[in-house]
């Protein structure tokens, strides 16, 4: 695709309910990358896939959260149970290699709002 | 180790320059400088590997400074679609995450 695209764009979920938030890289790109945005502040890492395995994945929060990608290409991020302090911006980012010395093309975000 | 930035916000004139510093307790293997506008995705500055190299381009550059384990990112004569969050991340080696700063708030005045 010609961007990195995310969805949904926003998400307002129950307390307790679980979530999917989905991303599609730019055709091509074998590194993937999960962040999360809180209001006002810079972004925490997630975790990392390279192809379809996830090397790095010391960023998730707690083991409510998991991300799979499949066939080099979509991913998923899964909140279970959600709790109100998973409320933030997620962002999904992508690069055409593995490893940092290229640049990450950003999505625009899935809100999610746990009320 | 987080990166740390400072300063956290700067407001500007149209016109006027700013620097914006990103430090490191760690040593780096790179520095990667991103803007986000409010409510946008960050966008990709340059990225800066160790060996104390500068870049710029239009009239933004930055600097890495391996010995002091820091970066400058120097706006000159900003406009004001400079504003927005400037961020940096960090790497200490190739094929690892980036940790990143918790942002500095540009605000461009005309």
């Known amino acids: 695709g010609a961007g990195v695209s995310q969805s949904p764009s926003n998400k307002v979920t129950e307390k307790g309910k679980d979530v999917e938030l989905r991303c599609d890289p730019i055709?091509?790109?074998?590194?993937l990358y999960w962040y999360r945005q809180s209001l006002g502040q810079g972004l925490e890492f997630l975790i990392y896939f390279q192809g379809n395995s996830a090397p790095d994945k010391s960023g998730l929060p707690s083991d409510r959260f998991s991300a799979e990608r499949t066939g080099g290409s979509v991913s998923t991020l899964t909140i279970q149970r959600t709790q109100q302090e998973d409320s933030a911006v997620y962002l999904c980012?992508?690069?055409?290699?593995?490893?940092?010395?290229?640049?990450?093309?950003f999505g625009q975000g899935t809100r999610l709002t746990v009320v | 180790q987080q990166p740390v930035q400072s300063p956290q916000a700067v407001i500007l004139r149209e016109g006027e320059d700013a620097v914006i510093n990103c430090s490191s307790s760690k040593a780096l293997y790179s520095v990667h400088w991103y803007r986000q506008k409010h409510g946008e995705a960050p966008v990709f500055l340059m990225i800066?590997?160790?060996g104390g190299e500068q870049k710029g381009h239009d009239k933004i550059s930055a600097s890495f400074n391996e010995k002091k384990q820091q970066s400058s990112l120097y706006l000159t004569a900003s406009q004001l679609s400079y504003s927005g969050t400037y961020f940096c991340?960090?790497?200490?080696?190739?094929?690892?995450?980036?940790?990143w700063g918790a942002g500095t708030k540009l605000i461009i005045k005309p």
């Open positions: 991340g960090t790497e200490k080696d190739s094929n690892y995450q980036l940790i």
């Open positions: 055709s091509g790109h074998t590194a």
């Open positions: 980012a992508s690069s055409l290699v593995g490893g940092q010395n290229t640049e990450a093309f």
């Open positions: 800066l590997l160790k």
